[in-house]
């Protein structure tokens, strides 16, 4: 059980301090990445998920981002 708080605090802390992850679909390239018979690798389409920018939001900044609008809202 104290680990299981470690842990989640240690994921608090690297949400905080770096919100933003590598895109899981592309990997962080921005376009989906091919590897041609020769071995180089070459740019395809640009990725959908992230639009092309090889980020996204990481699942705790997204659900740190959800309360703190909803407490905003709440006390207006």
Do not use: D
């Not at 690297?14 to 041609?36: D, E, I, M, N, Y």
């Not at 990481?58 to 981002?65: D, H, I, M, P, T």
């Amino acid at each position: 059980m104290p680990a299981l708080i470690v842990l989640a605090l240690c994921y608090a802390v690297l949400c905080a301090a770096s919100p933003f992850g590598a895109c899981r679909a592309c990997k962080g390239w921005g376009a989906k990445v091919h590897q041609t018979r020769t071995g180089r690798l070459k740019r395809g389409r640009m990725c959908r998920r992230c639009g092309g920018h090889g980020m996204r939001l990481r699942v705790g900044r997204r659900l740190y981002n959800a309360a703190s609008r909803l407490h905003r809202e709440g006390t207006r």
